[in-house]
């Protein structure tokens, strides 16, 4: 299957990471087939955890902390409406990681309450086993109990694309004061199904057959950065978020989103001008600072992230 069409975002040219992958140097999958990268048994080994937005039944309400134990955020969530696709543009990076843990920047949408959510999630992580910044994908229908998966260990994602092989490295990544690279990441609904674009190829999809709420429409995106903190040592982990520096450090130093969008029934992508809500679950450990520039390369944008441990942060 291909997309009826293509939405348009607002992507202006950056220095994007180019989705060519080193194994197409000795050849290339044949047409009507898809490369499939086997992981590691205990690569994804971090139990995912419900997204703050869907802890939220009015934005006044604070994440359930207990509930999540261990994973902490530095996130905007949108909810209030129903949403067909989200976008942005994430900076790409590769923050230190430690004993079992893992960092991730990513998109998710969501539906459903807490014990039958469904999420389609997409983004980059690093996990402290091989320390490379990966692009992923994950799904669930049940708030991550029995259903769905990464990449494609398991029935769920159709992918359509014979070069590109998900769970893969992304090079090259930022360096700290010095060249940014980002990863532009559409996910919208046609056809019924919810379709993935990665810079400008269309990856695969979400059939709708593998959700229940779902089905018809996400009633929440959040967008931004989480870390799983294992609580050894008896104090703060040290894995960061994001460039492992705070937003107000800025451009080329902190890790960023920008131009992040929502896609209505119309198939129009549109800047989250009401009902953007900023959450972090420990400010002094990894924070987010939100901001709007319309009329400038940025649009909708936040910077995020943080050390972990430190003086401000010790547990």
């Known amino acids: ?3 009826s069409s293509i939405p348009n ?5 950056f220095n994007n990471v180019e989705l060519s992958q080193g194994w197409l140097e000795n050849g290339e999958c044949p047409e009507g087939t898809i490369p499939i990268r086997q992981a590691r048994a205990d690569e994804y080994d971090v139990h995912r955890a419900i997204p703050p937005v869907a802890h939220r039944k009015k934005f006044n309400i604070s994440l359930d902390y207990d509930y999540n134990r ?3 955020y530095a996130v905007v969530d949108l909810r209030g409406g129903n949403y067909y696709g989200a976008h942005a543009s994430i900076n790409v ?4 990681t430690y004993t079992g843990e893992i960092s991730i920047a990513q998109i998710w949408l969501a539906s459903g309450p807490k014990n039958l959510l469904n999420t389609i999630e997409a983004g980059w992580l690093v996990n402290s086993r091989d320390k490379q910044t990966r692009f992923f994908i994950y799904w669930t ?3 991550y109990q029995r259903t769905g998966c990464y990449n494609l260990d398991c029935p769920g994602f159709v992918q359509v694309n014979r070069r590109f092989a998900i769970g893969s490295p992304i090079k090259p990544v930022s360096s700290y004061n010095s060249k940014q690279y980002e990863i532009g990441i559409t996910i919208y609904k046609n056809k019924g199904h919810w379709w993935l674009r990665v810079q400008d190829q269309v990856l695969g999809y979400w059939p709708h057959l593998i959700y229940t709420y779902l089905a018809s429409s996400a009633t929440g995106i959040s967008w931004g950065g989480e870390i799983y903190n294992k609580g050894e040592g008896g104090h703060h982990t040290s894995t960061q978020m994001g460039s492992g520096h705070f937003p107000s450090e800025g451009f080329g130093k902190a890790s960023y989103f920008r131009n992040i969008q929502y896609m209505d029934y119309t198939g129009k992508f549109n800047d989250p001008d009401q009902g953007l809500v900023a959450y972090a679950t420990k400010p002094s450990c990894y924070s987010i600072s939100v901001s709007n520039n319309k009329n400038g390369a940025y649009g909708t944008n936040f910077y995020f992230g943080g050390p ?3 003086p401000i942060c010790p547990s």
Not at 9 to 13: G, K
Not at 93 to 96: D, G, R, S, Y
Request: charged residues 25%.
């Open 1 to 3: 299957m291909e997309p």
């Open 9 to 13: 975002v607002t992507n202006r040219a």
């Open 70 to 72: 261990g994973h902490e």
């Open 93 to 96: 990076w590769n923050p230190a």
């Open 141 to 143: 229908r049940d708030g």
């Open 308 to 310: 972990g441990y430190s």
